[in-house]
C-alpha cells in the first residue's frame, strides 16, 4: 500500500500548489469570463463577452498584431542563433583554445538580462534620437533626426520584434549548440578526405542535424512573444496592442463590465498557446529533440 | 589555416559588439550623461546625478531591492522544498497517472502564468492577499515550479540507488541517506533550479502590479515609470542595477556552489576519501 502510494505522496505538494494557484486561477477567470460574477449577483453563465470580442475589430487588430510580431522575432532570432551556433561550432572545430566557451557564455548574456530592461535597451538605441540614429549622422547618412525611420512606438511593432530578437538569440544559441557539439571531430575529417570544403560541411552534415532542434527552439521563441506582456507593453502603441497588453487595458481601464471580456482574452490567449505547447511537444518527442541538450 | 580563422573571428566579434557591446555603452553613456542631444556620439558633459539620486537620493530604491530579494527568495526556497520529492517521484517511480502530473507541473511554461494571476485577483483580493508580500509571492509560484522541478528531475536522473542501498545496508535512515548521499548529488541541479526561480521572480513585472496593486515596490515597478517617458539618465542607471542585480544573483550562487564543492574535496580527502 505504501509502496504504491508513495510517488503520489511526493507529488502531492508540487502539483497541488499549481493545481490551486495556476488551475484554480485558470478557472476561475473562465467563469468570470462567462459572466459569472456571484459577488455583483451574476450567476448565469453566458458567452456575451466572447461574442462581443470576436466581433471587435479590436481583438482581430491585436490578434493581427500579435501573430506578426511573434512569427518575425522568432524568424529573426533563429536565423541569427542559428548562424551563431555554426559560428561558434566551426571556432570550436579549427582551434582548441578556451576562448570558444568564453565567446559561448558571453553569447548567453542577454538572457538573464530583465524583460523591462531589453525593452529600455531597445529605446535607447532604436529612437528617432537614439544611439543607431546618432550614429548613422555622425558617419553623414543622414542629416536630420526625422530621416530616421520610426521603430519603437510604431504600429508595425519593430521594436517588440527587436527586442524579442535580442532577447531569443541567446536561448535559440542554448538549444541548438550542444547538438552540434556532439559532432565528432572525426566526420570533419573524413568528410575532408572524400574532398568537402567549409560550405560543403556546414551545408550535408551540420544543417541537418541541428535542423530538428532549431525548428522547436524557434516554435517555443514564437510561443514565448505570444504571451508576451513587459516588452509591448514599453515598446507598443496604445492601438492595438498584443493580446496580453490587450487584455491588461481591458482589465485595468474599462469598468467593471469589461472585465469579462478581458478574461475572456485570456483564456482565448490561454488556449492558443495550449495548442502551440502541444504541437511543440509532439514534434520534439517525434524528432528526440530534448535527447540532445540534456 | 589562419585565413579559416580570421574571418570568422571578425565577424563573431562583430556580433558580439552589436549583441552585448553597444547595449552596454548605451546604457552606461546614457546614465551618465548630462543631457545627450543629437547627433552628439559622446554626451558634451558628464554627470554623476542620477547614480546620486538612485543610491543615494532615494530611500525607495534600496526598499525595493530588499523586497525583490526577500520575495525571489522566500519563492526559491518553498520550490526547492516542493520540487525535490516531486522530481522524485518523478524519476524514481513508474505509476498511473504520471503523464497528468508532468502534465500539471509544466503546464505553467506554456500558459502565460498572468492568465491564472488575472483570473484569481478577485478571490485574492477578498482573501486580504492583494497588496502584500504573501500574496506577490503565491503568485510568483507557479511561473517559477516548473523550472525547478524541470532542473531537480535531471539531477535525480543521474543518480543510481546503488549507493544508497549501501548506505541503507550499513544502517543510514532515509533522512541521513538524504543528507548525505541524495543531498549533494542534487545540489547542482538545485542551484540551477534556483538561478532560473530567482532570476524570474526578479523580473516579473505584470503578476507583482496585479497582486501587489502597486503597494508591493519591486524594483522592476519602481523602475517603470522612469523608462516610459521619465527621467532618460535615471531610467538607464536603474536598468544598469536591475541587470547586474540579476547577474550578481547568478554569479553569487555559481560562486557558493564551487566553494562547497571545494570544501567537501578537502573534507574527503582528509577523512582518506570514500
Redesign the interface.
Known amino acids: 500500500m505504501w509502496r504504491?502510494s508513495?510517488?503520489?505522496l511526493?507529488?502531492l505538494?508540487?502539483?497541488g500548489?499549481?493545481?490551486l494557484?495556476?488551475?484554480?486561477?485558470?478557472?476561475?477567470?473562465?467563469l468570470?469570463s462567462l459572466g459569472y460574477f456571484p459577488?455583483i449577483g451574476e450567476r448565469q453563465l453566458n458567452l456575451d463577452a466572447y461574442t462581443n470580442l470576436l466581433a471587435s475589430d479590436s481583438f482581430w487588430d491585436s490578434l493581427e498584431l500579435t501573430v506578426r510580431v511573434a512569427a518575425i522575432s522568432s524568424l529573426l532570432a533563429g536565423l541569427?542563433g542559428g548562424l551563431?551556433a555554426i559560428?561558434?561550432f566551426?571556432?570550436n572545430q579549427?582551434?582548441e583554445d578556451e576562448n570558444s566557451r568564453l565567446?559561448h557564455r558571453?553569447?548567453q548574456?542577454?538572457l538573464?538580462?530583465?524583460?523591462?530592461?531589453a525593452?529600455?535597451?531597445i529605446?535607447?538605441?532604436f529612437t528617432q534620437?537614439?544611439?543607431i540614429?546618432?550614429?548613422l549622422?555622425?558617419v553623414g547618412m543622414i542629416d536630420e533626426?526625422t530621416d530616421f525611420p520610426v521603430l519603437v512606438n510604431d504600429p508595425f511593432g519593430w521594436g517588440i520584434i527587436l527586442a524579442y530578437t535580442?532577447k531569443e538569440?541567446p536561448f535559440v544559441l542554448l538549444m541548438v549548440y550542444p547538438v552540434l557539439a556532439r559532432i565528432q571531430k572525426s566526420w570533419r575529417e573524413v568528410s575532408r578526405v572524400y574532398g568537402a570544403g567549409?560550405w560543403n560541411f556546414i551545408r550535408e552534415i551540420a544543417l541537418p542535424i541541428m535542423m530538428p532542434s532549431w525548428i522547436i527552439a524557434v516554435f517555443i521563441v514564437f510561443?514565448f512573444t505570444f504571451?508576451a506582456?513587459?516588452i509591448p507593453?514599453?515598446l507598443g502603441v496604445t492601438y492595438p496592442g498584443m493580446l496580453?497588453v490587450y487584455?491588461?487595458q481591458l482589465?485595468t481601464d474599462g469598468s467593471l463590465s469589461d472585465r469579462p471580456e478581458?478574461?475572456a482574452v485570456?483564456?482565448i490567449?490561454?488556449l492558443m498557446?495550449?495548442c502551440?505547447?502541444l504541437a511543440t511537444y509532439y514534434f520534439s518527442k517525434r524528432w528526440n529533440v530534448m535527447k540532445g541538450w540534456? | 589555416?589562419n585565413t579559416?580563422?580570421s574571418p570568422?573571428?571578425i565577424?563573431?566579434f562583430l556580433?558580439?559588439f552589436v549583441?552585448?557591446g553597444?547595449?552596454f555603452i548605451?546604457?552606461l553613456?546614457?546614465s551618465l550623461a548630462a543631457g545627450w542631444r543629437?547627433?552628439?556620439?559622446i554626451p558634451a558633459s558628464f554627470s554623476f546625478r542620477a547614480w546620486d539620486y538612485i543610491l543615494f537620493g532615494s530611500a525607495r530604491t534600496w526598499q525595493s531591492i530588499g523586497t525583490s530579494l526577500l520575495i525571489a527568495l522566500i519563492v526559491t526556497i518553498v520550490n526547492v522544498?516542493?520540487?525535490v520529492?516531486?522530481a522524485?517521484?518523478?524519476v524514481r517511480?513508474q505509476?498511473r497517472g504520471?503523464w497528468l502530473?508532468e502534465a500539471?507541473?509544466f503546464?505553467?511554461?506554456?500558459?502565460?502564468?498572468?492568465?491564472?494571476?488575472?483570473?484569481?485577483h478577485?478571490?485574492f483580493l477578498?482573501f486580504g492577499l492583494t497588496e502584500t508580500i504573501l500574496g506577490v509571492v503565491?503568485?510568483h509560484?507557479?511561473p517559477t515550479?516548473?523550472y525547478m522541478?524541470r532542473a531537480v528531475v535531471?539531477s535525480y536522473s543521474t543518480l543510481s540507488t546503488e549507493r544508497e542501498n549501501q548506505a541503507r545496508m550499513l544502517g543510514a535512515g532515509p533522512l541521513l541517506r538524504f543528507y548525505y548521499i541524495v543531498l549533494p548529488h542534487l545540489l547542482p541541479g538545485i542551484a540551477a533550479g534556483a538561478s532560473l526561480s530567482i532570476?524570474i521572480s526578479?523580473?516579473q513585472?505584470?503578476i507583482t502590479f496585479i497582486i501587489g496593486s502597486g503597494q508591493v515596490v519591486t524594483l522592476?515597478i519602481l523602475?517603470?515609470p522612469f523608462?516610459?517617458g521619465g527621467d532618460?539618465a535615471i531610467?538607464?542607471a536603474y536598468?544598469l542595477m536591475?541587470?547586474g542585480m540579476?547577474?550578481l544573483a547568478?554569479l553569487s550562487l555559481d560562486v557558493a556552489l564551487k566553494n562547497y564543492y571545494k570544501k567537501k574535496g578537502v573534507r574527503s580527502n582528509g577523512e582518506g576519501g570514500e
Not at chain 1, 494557484?21 to 473562465?30: K, M, N, S
Not at chain 1, 538573464?112 to 530592461?117: D, F, G, R, Y
Open positions: 504504491k508513495k510517488p503520489y511526493l507529488l505538494p508540487a502539483t500548489t499549481i493545481v494557484l495556476f488551475f484554480g486561477g485558470l478557472f476561475d477567470g473562465l468570470k459577488a541569427l551563431l559560428a561558434l566551426l571556432l579549427y582551434s565567446w558571453l553569447f548574456l542577454p538573464t538580462i530583465p524583460h523591462l530592461v525593452g529600455y535597451v529605446v535607447l538605441l534620437s537614439g544611439v540614429s546618432k550614429l549622422a555622425s533626426m535580442w538569440v567549409n510561443v504571451s506582456f513587459e507593453f514599453l496580453p487584455s491588461f482589465y478581458a478574461l485570456n483564456i490567449l490561454a498557446t495550449i502551440l505547447g540534456e | 589555416m579559416t580563422i570568422l573571428k565577424i563573431l556580433l558580439g549583441i552585448i553597444l547595449p548605451a546604457l553613456l546614457s543629437w547627433p552628439d556620439l522544498v516542493l520540487a520529492p516531486a522524485n517521484a518523478l517511480f505509476f504520471k502530473a500539471i507541473l503546464a505553467p511554461i506554456i500558459i502565460p502564468p498572468f492568465v491564472a494571476v488575472m483570473g484569481i478577485l478571490t477578498r503565491l503568485a509560484l507557479s515550479l516548473p522541478v535531471i532570476l526578479l523580473s513585472y505584470l522592476p523602475l517603470f523608462i516610459s532618460p531610467g538607464s536598468s536591475f541587470a540579476a547577474i547568478l
